[in-house]
């Protein structure tokens, strides 16, 4: 089971918030957008009954009933969603110290193991000009990449591509069938080389 933790005041506040939807069998769904790497973003949204995933994890509690998705729980470890009460209303907090910690396995999608050697072993070398590579999508098995900062319209940006990013990310996700580039490069206001 997860140890993620939803203090009694927040159970409160989401199960008064549920009651309010007026939907049999409402409940709430947890789950890290873009998760391991720094645009981690925890969310909490709505879980109409049919809405929640096949995978997800269920967290039940007094009078609330939580989904958790499946890819985003070792994103959660050590979760804490809670609520302070104010004059104001209120405000909801979800604090998960785990969200942008690059955790892979062997059995992490592909679209994870790409995020976590952007984030740990190509950025940290392009960081030194001012760039970063970021994962937009997966289209399949090629994972489609923007760059940013100083690699956005630098004349060696299709040499980083190939040789250094694209080889690397083969060399260590095999199950990876190549990359594409959907950056501007146009655009080289911010470009270390011109």
Known sequence: MSSIEITESAQEYLSDLLLKQDCEGIAIRLFVADPGTPKAETCIAYCRPGEEQEEDQLLELPGLKAYLDKRSIPFLEDAKVDYSPDRLGGQLSIRAPNSRMPRVSDD??????????????INPGLAAHGGNISLEEMDGDIAVLQFGGGCQ????????????????LLEKIPELGGVRDITDHSDSSQAFYK
């Open 108 to 121: 992490s999608p592909v679209e994870d193991k790409v995020n976590y050697i952007l984030h740990s072993e």
């Open 153 to 168: 319209g630098c004349g060696q940006a299709d040499v980083t591509l190939k040789d250094g990013v694209e080889r690397t």
